[in-house]
C-alpha cells in the first residue's frame, strides 16, 4: 500500500500554527497545555452528579450505609480535579499578566471551595426542578423516572453547576459543562442564563436560552422554544458588544409552548402563556395569552399607518 507524506502535512501544519500565533500576538507555548481538558471537566461532573444524587445517580452498587462515605470520596477527587482546572483557566486567562503560580492556585483554591459550598443549594433547586417535571407531566409515573430519563432534568443538573462556575468568573469551565449537556440532550443553555427554581422543560430538543435571560419560578418551556436576542449593539471596531443585556425575562408562572420564538430584551409578565409557533418581540402583560391569531393582529397594528 502506498504511503502518506505525513512528514509533510506535520511541518505544514507546525507553519499554520505559527502563522495562527503570530497573528493572534500569542507567545510560543512552552510545552504545557494550557487550556482546561474537556474530558477531564466530563468526569468532574459525572461525579458530582453521582455527589448530588447518589442513591440514583451514584454507583449500581451503592449501599444507603455507604452514602456518605461515596460522597465524600467523590466530593474530594472531583474538586481536586475542578481546582486543576480552573487553575488552567485563570493561568490560561492571565497568561499575558504574568500572574505568579501560587497567586493564581489560591484564587482557583478559593473559587472551587466556594462551588463546593454551594452544591448543597444546587441539590435543593434541582429537587424543585425534578418536581416541577414530575407534576407537570402526565407521562411521569415517578420521580425517579424523571430523574433518570429526562433531558430537561438533565440539562438543568448541568446548568445548576454551570451557572454557579460562571458566577465565580470561571466562565470556560462553565460554558464547557453547558455545551457537554447540549450535545447530549439538544438543549442549549448558556451558563449566564438566571432561572428560578421549579423550572421544566418539557421535551426539550432545541431549546435555547440565552445568556443573560432571567427566568423566575415554575417556569415551563416545550420543546424548540428560543429566548434570544433581537439585535447586537456594536462597537467602535464593528463587533457586537458583549455581557449587554439582550435576552428576555420571564417572570414567574409563565408557559411557553413548541417552538415559540422570543427575541430581546422583553418582560413575559407573571401567568402569561405564550402559543406555539408564536414570534415575540414585545412585552406581554402577566396573565395574557398570546396566540398566532393574536400576534398577527399586534403585528398588522403596528404595521398599519397611525390615523
Known amino acids: 500500500m502506498a504511503g502518506f507524506q505525513v512528514d509533510e502535512i506535520v511541518t505544514s501544519l507546525q507553519q499554520v500554527r505559527r502563522e495562527w500565533r503570530e497573528g493572534q500576538q500569542r507567545a510560543q507555548e512552552g510545552g504545557e497545555r494550557e487550556l482546561p481538558s ?50 488552567l483557566e485563570l493561568r490560561h486567562e492571565r497568561r499575558r499578566t504574568a500572574a505568579e503560580l501560587a497567586e493564581l492556585s489560591a484564587d482557583a483554591q478559593q473559587r472551587v471551595r466556594a462551588f463546593a459550598e454551594a452544591l448543597p443549594g444546587i441539590r435543593r433547586l434541582l429537587d424543585t426542578d425534578v418536581m416541577a417535571a414530575f407534576h407537570g407531566d402526565p407521562a411521569a409515573r415517578s420521580v425517579d423516572e424523571v430523574l433518570l430519563c429526562y433531558p430537561g432534568v ?27 449537556a447540549h450535545a447530549q440532550t439538544g438543549i442549549d443553555i448558556h451558563p449566564g442564563a438566571q432561572i428560578g427554581a421549579g423550572f421544566f422543560i418539557d421535551h426539550g430538543t432545541g431549546v435555547v436560552i440565552g445568556e443573560t435571560a432571567v427566568i423566575g419560578e415554575r417556569v415551563r418551556l416545550y420543546q424548540a422554544v428560543t429566548l434570544g436576542a433581537k439585535r447586537f449593539p456594536i462597537d467602535s471596531d464593528g463587533h457586537p458588544k458583549k455581557g449587554l443585556p439582550r435576552h428576555p425575562v420571564l417572570e414567574d408562572e409563565v408557559v411557553i409552548y413548541a417552538g415559540a420564538t422570543i427575541l430581546g430584551r422583553v418582560t413575559i409578565g407573571k401567568g402569561a402563556t405564550i402559543g406555539g409557533n408564536v414570534w415575540v418581540t ?26
Open 154 to 180: 438533565l440539562a438543568m443538573i448541568h446548568h445548576r453547576m454551570a451557572h454557579q462556575l460562571y458566577k465565580l468568573g470561571l466562565t470556560l469551565l462553565a460554558r464547557i459543562v453547558a455545551e457537554r
Open 38 to 87: 474537556r474530558d477531564v471537566m466530563a468526569e468532574v461532573v459525572e461525579s458530582l452528579t453521582g455527589a448530588l444524587f447518589p442513591m440514583r445517580l451514584g454507583p449500581t452498587d451503592l449501599r444507603q450505609e455507604s452514602e456518605d462515605f461515596y460522597v465524600a470520596h467523590t466530593l474530594d477527587a472531583a474538586l481536586h480535579h475542578l481546582f486543576a482546572q480552573a487553575t
Open 282 to 307: 414585545q412585552d406581554v402583560p402577566a396573565g395574557c395569552s398570546v396566540t398566532q391569531a393574536l400576534s398577527r393582529e399586534l403585528a398588522r397594528d403596528m404595521a398599519a399607518p397611525a390615523k
